[in-house]
């Protein structure tokens, strides 16, 4: 993947803030798609098998309904199922290129698979059309592929996601750690719910919509879709609680909070609309229910986006602060006029700080030798500085550019190696 990181470029702030959003986007479009694809895949497979057991019509009319709505057609697989992994590649080849990680060979792993398996499971689809028997081996293999690539991509998120606290020894039991495990049973409830929202809405809801004229088979598929969804949203609250436990505590933060709250608000929205599907049936109800549905799914991903950018701070600070550097080269403005470090603090710390006594703020001496060697850490805390010691009010943000900050944090470490004669 070295490939890829000579493509990056240093990124400004705002250009990381910028692709964050991106990265959620994209991650919105991706997963509800394949998670319906993977789903109706598995579904449609399983109710194959159920009409060569039971020779009931109906059983060999969903397994083709199913997979017709889940597909879409084969451009819409290329750009909901492809096209989103790559792009996120090449944000991510951006966001950690100052970091060795495996994060990009899983993904790139994953993309490839993700491609090999959506080539069998359309060729299952369309043999529905084209050929009199099925072939539902072909449904099969797509479907483990697909299986085994969307595990190589939650491990991927995952190493991004748990980024500093762990490092992927890039072997098979990377696989199988429990966060990975965790996250990625996570994953398969919330798909399994939006699947089952995406058959009730698809199958009641579109205007030429499959089962509303023939009550007898709109009865099995209203209940297979109720099923489906009912089981998934019951254990997906369980599977969120477990999920926050594994998170480190310094990547939450009030939004990664506010956000689950706010899908837990959506589920119950959900639960809401699932009951007055089973009481009283308007395909109405399935439409609010498949969008709240994607909603709280979109909750899920900007929440663990900001355990991402959480966990990447220390990245996206040096990452500016290249930036910055990059920009006074191409003006022409580094070389002679250095930005000077002590200027800089006489002016915005020596108010609240000086070496030898406490003022506002400790004293440097005493608070800055655990820096040394961290300069990253130091850099991260004067740009963005968080609550340390209970004897002292918290610092406020004295708002450094990347360039800067890193110019005092250079003069506050030489002045306190040389005050302590190290
Ligand atoms: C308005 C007052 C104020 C200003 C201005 C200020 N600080 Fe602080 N600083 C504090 C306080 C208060 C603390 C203690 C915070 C705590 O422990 O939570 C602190 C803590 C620190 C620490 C110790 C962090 C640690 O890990 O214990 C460092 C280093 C530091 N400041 C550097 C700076 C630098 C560099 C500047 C100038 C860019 C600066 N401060 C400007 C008030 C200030």
């Known amino acids: 993947m070295e490939f890829l990181k000579d493509l990056a470029l240093p990124q400004s702030a705002e250009h990381i803030e910028l692709m964050h959003y991106m990265l959620v986007l994209v991650l919105f479009l991706f997963i509800p798609f394949i998670s319906a694809i993977f789903w109706g895949t598995a579904l449609s497979l399983f109710y194959k098998r159920r009409e060569k057991v039971y020779l009931d019509e109906k059983y060999r009319r969903f397994s083709k309904d199913v997979i017709e709505l889940v597909t879409i057609n084969k451009w819409v697989g290329i750009i909901l199922g492809v096209v989103p992994v790559f792009t996120s590649i090449l944000i991510f080849s951006q966001l950690l290129q100052q970091a060795e990680t495996t994060n990009l060979s899983f993904l790139a792993a994953s993309l490839i698979l993700i491609t090999v398996s959506l080539i069998f499971i359309y060729g299952y689809r369309y043999s529905f059309e084209k050929f009199k028997s099925v072939n539902a081996i072909v449904g099969l293999i797509g479907l483990i592929i697909l299986f085994a690539a969307l595990w190589v991509f939650v491990t991927g998120m995952t190493v991004a996601a748990f980024f500093g606290k762990w490092t992927p020894s890039g072997s098979i039991s ?115 229910l498949f969008f709240t549905l994607l909603f709280t799914v979109l909750t899920i991903i900007i929440s663990d986006q900001m355990v991402i950018s959480n966990s990447t701070k220390k990245e996206s600070v040096v990452l500016a602060a290249d930036f910055e550097k990059y920009l006074a080269d191409l003006k022409g403005e580094s070389g002679p006029v250095e930005i000077s470090g002590e200027e800089i603090y006489k002016v915005k710390c020596a108010s609240c700080h000086t070496f030898e006594t406490k003022l506002v703020g400790p004293p440097h001496n005493e608070v800055v030798p655990k820096y040394f060697g961290k300069e990253i850490q130091l850099i991260a805390f004067i740009r963005n500085p968080v609550k340390i010691n209970p004897d002292y009010p918290p610092m406020p943000n004295p708002g450094l550019k990347p360039n800067e900050a890193k110019a005092v944090a250079d003069y506050v470490l030489e002045q306190v190696r040389k005050n302590l004669g190290k």
């Open 174 to 288: 990377d696989f199988f750690t429990s966060i990975v495990i965790i996250r990625f049973i996570f994953f398969l409830v919330a798909s399994f719910a939006v699947t089952g929202g995406a058959i009730l809405f698809g199958f009641f809801y579109a205007d030429n919509a499959r089962a509303k004229a023939d009550e007898e088979y709109g009865k099995f598929v209203k209940n297979i879709g109720l099923k489906i969804t009912f089981t998934a949203t019951i254990l997906l609250p369980v599977i969120m609680f477990f999920n926050l436990l594994i998170i480190p505590g310094d990547y939450l933060s009030g939004g990664v909070f506010a956000y689950i709250v706010i899908g837990i608000f959506l589920l119950f929205l959900g639960y809401h609309f699932l009951y007055m599907i089973l009481t009283r049936f308007s395909s109405k109800f399935t439409a609010l």
